[in-house]
């Protein structure tokens, strides 16, 4: 037990109160108990002071002092009070406890304060020190009718009072200690009883601090202290529930925040960010420590500062697109808006990522574009020759037989371009289903290249396979692997120089079937590597047009092999030209 503890405190504290209360109570006995004394004696002595006036009154009147002296001794022996006759001019005729000789020599009693009392108001009491004999006394006068006597007056000593206010004030000195000492026990128990609930109380808080709400296991009784305890109780259990139903929230809020593809900061009226989701760390600050610093060191963006600046003086600031300084190539579109609850304010920026819109708004554009510039040409060539042959003057035959030829040829480009873009749009769409068969890719790879041996033909070309052993045969849609790998060989044709070789290769890698498509030509620049799949999208915009091709071949092979289940990339090989590498699940 701690002496600044809980229980020292209780049991000082009862302690205390008890012996001041043991102690006030002894002072309040004592004090009014000799008043109490002196009250009694005094009735008895005025009693017994009026019997003796009686007596003196009915006895035989005898004028001799001595008789009047017997008289006084024989009232005092009954009394056991000092018995004073005085006479109307002060004079002691007759006391109990002094012999006749002695009554000659007695001061004159006239003037004394009973006496004088007796005389004017019939009784009179006083209480002092008697010199004649030398201890103080309680006087009672009464006034008589008596030829001879004037008063009678009764003496008895105060001694006895002080003998019973002396035992009395023994007994309580007596008393006292073991008063106090069971004063001490009884604040022992009661403050190990008192300190024995406020550990189980404080038992309970402590296993609700870490957490328990459960119920406890007794009942904390009926008292004060037990309305403390079930109060804590409802406290703490509604604070559990409370906390579970926000501890649920939270969860809640951190899953659709995990979920979401737009970035969330939250900031406090000082800035200071207090919850980011990853989205926000991705577009913002990937290598983001946590909350608590400030939204400036997270976007460090201006327009930015300035937005948030206005959300948190209550405005809601209109919306702004840029770019993040540490990749410029995105584009993020920021709105922020105040956060106004009781007690706290702070604004939330919300960061989308139109990066992907950008490009596909730039993407139709280029397509529109490139497909009015596609039909344009032939229909334009379509057109300068029909007028020709309308013209007044006909021309040669064989001069308008060539201009059929090139109607003819610039209206099969156009067809072309149609054919390829309603087969983009299809595959756009998954309208295209795939029919998987056992490919024998050694047949696949021989379509390919007779499918286009006029082609390389006309630039001296050649086509040279090379099939590993355990590639031999693939599960796959073949007509569309049979399209991609045509677009592609079509491709390396385009662009390879005559009378280079272009290499059709197929391996078997980690259960994939790899194939890969390779010319000798000059290669694919880099800033054109990440592109060279888009439509319309051209290396050599002028070799691909004396080509004859649409510039959706690539993208069409794309597609293909995407529908597969497979990927495709373009790359640059180490020894010159252009490597185009499909790979295939082959489980």
């Known amino acids: 037990m701690t002496f600044g503890g809980l229980r020292a405190r209780t049991l000082l504290a009862v302690f205390g109160v008890s012996a001041v209360a043991i102690l006030l109570a002894a002072i309040l006995i004592a004090m009014p108990m000799r008043a109490q004394l002196l009250r009694a004696i005094e009735r008895n002595l005025v009693a017994e002071t009026r019997l003796a006036a009686a007596l003196l009154q009915e006895r035989p009147t005898d004028d001799s002092v001595a008789a009047l002296d017997r008289e006084a001794d024989l009232i005092g022996a009954y009394t056991a009070a000092r018995v004073t006759f005085i006479a109307a001019d002060g004079r002691v005729v007759g006391d109990s406890a002094e012999d006749l000789s002695a009554l000659q020599q007695l001061d004159n009693h006239g003037t004394r304060p009973e006496v004088i009392d007796a005389r004017r108001a019939g009784i009179g009491v006083a209480r002092r020190f008697s010199a004649t004999v030398g201890i103080d006394l309680l006087y009672v006068a009464l006034a008589v009718r008596h030829p001879h006597v004037e008063i009678v007056r009764l003496a008895v000593p105060l001694t006895e009072v002080d003998e019973q206010f002396r035992a009395v004030r023994r007994s309580v000195l007596v008393a006292l200690p073991v008063a106090l000492a069971s004063a001490l026990g009884l604040a022992w128990l009661s403050s190990i009883l008192l300190a024995r609930r406020v550990d189980a109380i404080a038992a309970v808080a402590r296993r609700y601090a870490a957490g328990d709400f459960s119920a406890p296991a007794r009942d904390p009784g009926g008292d004060e202290l037990g309305t403390v305890a079930r109060v804590l109780d409802d406290t703490a259990r509604e604070l559990g529930r409370r906390m579970s139903e926000l501890a649920q929230d939270r969860a809640r809020m951190e899953a659709i925040l995990a979920g979401m593809l737009e970035g969330v900061i939250v900031v406090n009226a000082e800035g200071r960010v207090i919850l980011a989701n990853d989205a926000a760390r991705r577009l913002a600050q990937p290598d983001w420590t946590g909350p608590g610093r400030h939204y400036s060191e997270m976007v460090r963006h201006p327009d930015i500062g300035a937005m948030l600046g206005r959300a948190l003086n209550g405005q809601t600031p209109e919306g702004i697109e840029f770019s993040p300084l540490r990749d410029p190539n995105r584009t993020v579109v920021a709105r922020a808006a105040p956060i106004a609850t009781e007690g706290a304010r702070g604004a939330v920026l919300v960061l989308h990522d139109i990066t992907d819109l950008r490009q596909a708004d730039r993407m139709r554009r280029d397509f529109v574009a490139n497909v009015s510039h596609e039909l344009r040409t032939p229909l334009t060539a379509i057109q300068g020759y029909v007028e020709a042959l309308q013209d007044t003057a006909p021309p040669e035959p064989d001069e308008a037989a060539r201009f059929l030829e090139i109607i003819a040829r610039q209206a099969s480009r156009m067809e072309r371009l149609v054919r390829d873009l309603l087969r983009l749009a299809r595959l756009e769409a998954g309208r295209e289903p795939v029919e998987p068969s056992r490919t024998d890719l050694d047949t696949l790879f021989a379509d390919v290249v007779t499918e286009l041996e006029g082609a390389l033909e006309d630039k ?122 499909v790979r295939l699940p082959a489980p």
């Open 460 to 581: 001296g070309q050649r086509v040279v396979t090379d099939i590993g052993p355990s590639a031999g045969t693939l599960v796959v849609d073949t007509a569309k692997l049979h399209d991609a790998l045509r677009n592609l060989v079509e491709n390396a044709i385009a662009y390879a120089p005559p009378s280079t070789t272009i290499t059709l290769a197929a391996r078997r890698s980690e259960g994939e079937c790899v194939l890969t498509v390779a010319d000798e030509g000059p290669g694919i620049p880099e800033a054109d590597l990440a592109r060279i799949f888009e439509r319309f999208y051209r290396v050599d915009k002028a070799r691909s047009r004396e080509s004859g091709g649409t510039g959706l071949g690539l993208s069409i092979v794309k597609h293909l092999v995407g529908i597969l289940g497979g990927e495709v990339k373009a790359a640059n090989r180490p020894a010159g030209g252009a490597i185009f590498t």
